[in-house]
């Protein structure tokens, strides 16, 4: 009996998950799609301030990249974010002091 209680409640536990899938899965597809319009926006904003000469150089070592990355894979730390770190505060001190 009780293994019979434990299956019939665990049904029905996974008939509820998957009655509020569809529902959760909607309203997740919604905020998606939602979302590939805002990001396409964006970037049209950012496509229209990057200078084109830049544009231009980013897409041939973009071809390079795509067409040498199987017999080479370094060559897709072009990919890498490079962005410098902003100093501490303990070196903005010791930089202070030294002056």
């Not at 041939?60 to 490079?82: G, H, K």
Request: charged share 35%; net charge positive; with cysteine.
């Amino acid at each position: 009996h009780q293994k019979e209680c434990l299956d019939y409640q665990m049904n029905d536990s996974n008939f509820c998950k998957m009655i509020h899938m569809r529902r959760t899965l909607c309203q997740k597809y919604k905020l998606a799609r939602n979302g590939i319009s805002e990001s396409g926006k964006v970037f049209d904003r950012l496509d229209e301030a990057a200078p084109s000469h830049l544009k231009t150089e980013w897409l041939a070592r973009e071809r390079i990249a795509q067409s040498s990355r199987l017999n080479d894979p370094s060559v897709m730390d072009e990919y890498e974010i490079n962005i410098k770190k902003a100093p501490s505060k303990k070196e903005i001190e010791l930089r202070l002091l030294e002056e």
